[in-house]
């Protein structure tokens, strides 16, 4: 019957439309929160390949697909949220001239700010922004570590070379990638950190300076204290003075690192901005470039002391691994180093290394080498303090008296007057040397070595 099959017909039809027209809603939901105007912006920008030219000769994609906008956690952003110097007259028509790629960036760089001011404000105290603010063209601002067109939810955990870090610090994310966090992590996701879980994403300091990232360690692993402790004597003044990839990285190369401390203020010493003096002073202490002895070192703190310290100007010293890479070189516990003989020996290795640091004006440490026999020095052991490993310095005296020290607080009193019986002598000796000092420094003042700008020590 010609009469009842049309309708049937007509409902399936209708229903398959309805269908249809169903799943396309769908499909455009999300395009569907986009505004007039975004999606005007987006039938120019998703449409055929679009490119630009730069002064500099880079080619600009201009292209922003649509799809992955509407995917992204912008999706509810308008392009002019973030584009609002484009002028809507011109724009499209008239060519613009733009000098690079990292010009565009860096002009483009305040757009984030006012939705994200925590992130802006955590980003803008680390190590990253003060290169920028220095000058440097290789640090990252926000669009280096995220695409704002693209940009997914950060609880995504996708595979560790997507993390943003990796294309700017390769050799150390190819040693992480080996290590056993990098293992973990590929392995079983996100208990183990990636970068920014030992370094922030965005607060992110230079590694070496203040504590490093020992609290960070710490924070996860609750239980290291007490269980070095069941070997290892005095395990706090132990982590105080070596960084944990020194022992953790077993094949890693050793260094001590004298760091200026103010110990008024308690924190390590700045370069300030503009006014460097660091490698001035020490380029002129260590003309030879040698490493600065006994002397050159001694004669340096006093000028620094000079500049406002007034005598609270010490070093303090620190073992850690010698570069970036072999910090991120951690091994399986087995593997890590437990003999005492590699540190606490004449002539251990650890100690054949050393430099003196400073925190430059962004915060990372700008270091001059120091002759490793400094260690060794009596005088030196006035100004370097915390930091003394038992038998790996040749003053045998000292040794007994610092074992004496650890084996019992009774004995503390008596050992004190000894020592300072003791460094009678040593102090007659240093005044001699504070003399001869001062005499050098006055003859290379008259004889106008010394006039650089920063010589405020007169
Ligand atoms: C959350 C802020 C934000 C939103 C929203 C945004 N943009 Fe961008 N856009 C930027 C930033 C920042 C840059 C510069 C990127 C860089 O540093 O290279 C940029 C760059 C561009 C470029 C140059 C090519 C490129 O990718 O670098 C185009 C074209 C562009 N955006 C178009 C759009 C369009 C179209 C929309 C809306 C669909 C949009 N943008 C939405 C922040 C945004
Ligand atoms: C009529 C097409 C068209 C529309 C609509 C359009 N653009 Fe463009 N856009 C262009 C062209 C063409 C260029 C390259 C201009 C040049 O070479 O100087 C460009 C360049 C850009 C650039 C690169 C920086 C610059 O100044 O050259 C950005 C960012 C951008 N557009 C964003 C947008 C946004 C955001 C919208 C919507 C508000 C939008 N565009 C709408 C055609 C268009
Ligand atoms: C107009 C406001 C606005 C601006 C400007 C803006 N964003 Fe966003 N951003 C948002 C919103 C809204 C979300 C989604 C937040 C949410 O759902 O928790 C978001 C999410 C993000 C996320 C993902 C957060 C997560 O949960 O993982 C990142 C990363 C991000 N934005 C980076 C940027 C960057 C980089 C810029 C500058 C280029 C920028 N945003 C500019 C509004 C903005
Ligand atoms: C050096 C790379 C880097 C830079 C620069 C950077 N971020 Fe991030 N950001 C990350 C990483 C990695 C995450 C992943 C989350 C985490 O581990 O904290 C993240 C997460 C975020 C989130 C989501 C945070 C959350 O807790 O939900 C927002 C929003 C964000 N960043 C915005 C910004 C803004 C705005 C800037 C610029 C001021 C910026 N980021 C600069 C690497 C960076
Ligand atoms: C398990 C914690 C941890 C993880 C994960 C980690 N780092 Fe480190 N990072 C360190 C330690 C520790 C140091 C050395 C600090 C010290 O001497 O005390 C360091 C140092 C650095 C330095 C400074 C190197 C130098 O020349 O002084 C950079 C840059 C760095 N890390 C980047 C990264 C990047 C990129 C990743 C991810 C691929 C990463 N880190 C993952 C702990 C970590
Ligand atoms: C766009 C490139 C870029 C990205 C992305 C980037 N960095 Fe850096 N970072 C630099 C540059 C350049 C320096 C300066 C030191 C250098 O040249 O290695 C630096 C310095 C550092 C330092 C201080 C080094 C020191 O001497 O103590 C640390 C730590 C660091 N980055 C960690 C990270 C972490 C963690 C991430 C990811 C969340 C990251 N960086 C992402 C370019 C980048
Ligand atoms: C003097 C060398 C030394 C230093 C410094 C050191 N470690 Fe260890 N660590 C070891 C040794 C050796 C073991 C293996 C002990 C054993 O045989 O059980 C170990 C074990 C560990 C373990 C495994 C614990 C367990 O029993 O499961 C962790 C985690 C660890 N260390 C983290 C750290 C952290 C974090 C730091 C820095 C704060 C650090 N270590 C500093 C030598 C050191
Ligand atoms: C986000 C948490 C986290 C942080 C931060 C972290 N670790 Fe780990 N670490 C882990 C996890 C998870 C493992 C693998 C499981 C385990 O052995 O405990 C691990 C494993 C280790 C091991 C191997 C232990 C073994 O049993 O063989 C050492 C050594 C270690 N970490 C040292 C460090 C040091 C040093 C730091 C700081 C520079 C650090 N960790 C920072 C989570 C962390
Ligand atoms: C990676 C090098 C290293 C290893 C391995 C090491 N030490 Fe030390 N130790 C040091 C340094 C550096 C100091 C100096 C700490 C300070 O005074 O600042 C120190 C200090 C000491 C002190 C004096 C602590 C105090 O209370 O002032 C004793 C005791 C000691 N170590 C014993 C040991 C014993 C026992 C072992 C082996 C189980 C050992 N150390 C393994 C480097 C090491």
């Not at 998703?46 to 994609?61: H, I, P, Q, R």
């Not at 091994?331 to 002539?347: I, N, P, V, Y």
């Amino acid at each position: 019957m010609k009469s009842s099959r049309t309708p049937t017909s007509l409902i399936l039809a209708g229903l398959l439309a309805f269908f249809l027209s169903f799943a396309g809603l769908a499909a455009h939901a999300a395009e569907g929160e986009m505004s007039k105007e975004s999606k005007a912006c987006l039938s120019c920008h998703d449409k055929d390949v679009m490119t630009k030219t730069l002064e500099s000769g880079e080619v600009l994609s201009l292209n922003v697909s649509t799809k992955a906008y509407t995917e992204s956690m912008h999706k509810k952003t308008d392009c002019e949220d973030c584009h609002s110097n484009l002028d809507s007259k011109t724009h499209g028509k008239v060519k613009t001239a733009i000098k690079s790629k990292r010009e565009f960036t860096l002009g483009m760089r305040e757009s984030c700010r006012d939705c994200h001011k925590k992130k802006a404000t955590e980003y803008d105290d680390s190590v990253h922004a003060a290169l920028i603010k220095a000058g440097n063209k290789k640090a990252p601002l926000c669009t280096d570590c995220h695409n704002p067109h693209t940009v997914r939810s950060s609880k995504i955990v996708g595979p560790i070379a997507e993390t943003p870090c990796a294309k700017c610090h390769e050799p150390i994310f190819k040693a992480y990638a080996k290590d056993v966090h990098g293992q973990e992590r590929i392995a079983k996701g996100i208990s183990a950190p990636l970068c920014a879980g030992c370094h922030q994403a965005h607060a992110v300091k230079a590694a070496s300076m203040g504590e490093g990232v020992k609290d960070t360690c710490l924070a996860c692993h609750k239980e290291v204290v007490k269980q070095h402790d069941e070997w290892l004597p005095n395990t706090v003044r132990h982590f105080e003075a070596i960084s944990c990839p020194v022992c953790h990285a077993p094949d890693a190369k050793r260094r001590v690192n004298l760091r200026l401390y103010d110990s008024t203020a308690k924190r390590q010493v700045t370069e300030k901005l503009g006014v460097p003096k660091f490698e001035k002073r020490t380029d002129t202490a260590d003309s030879k470039d040698m490493g600065l002895d006994e002397r050159a070192l001694w004669s340096l703190l006093k000028e620094f002391n000079q500049d406002g310290g007034d005598g609270k100007m010490l070093l303090r010293g620190r073992l850690e691994v010698s570069s970036g890479v072999e910090a991120h070189q951690l091994s399986e516990k087995s593997k890590a180093l437990k003999d005492c003989d590699t540190c606490h020996k004449q002539g251990a290795a650890a100690f054949q290394s050393v430099t003196l640091t400073i925190a430059g004006p962004d915060g990372r440490p700008v270091r001059h080498g120091v002759q490793s026999e400094v260690l060794n020095s009596l005088t030196s052991m006035q100004s370097v303090r915390g930091f003394y490993a038992i038998g790996s310095t040749r003053i045998k005296l000292l040794d007994y008296l610092l074992i004496l020290v650890v084996l019992g607080a009774a004995s503390v009193p008596l050992v004190h007057m000894t020592i300072k019986r003791l460094f009678k002598g040593v102090r007659q000796k240093l005044e001699a040397e504070r003399l001869a000092a001062a005499q050098d420094l006055g003859k290379q003042a008259s004889t106008g070595h010394r006039q650089g700008a920063d010589d405020a020590s007169k």
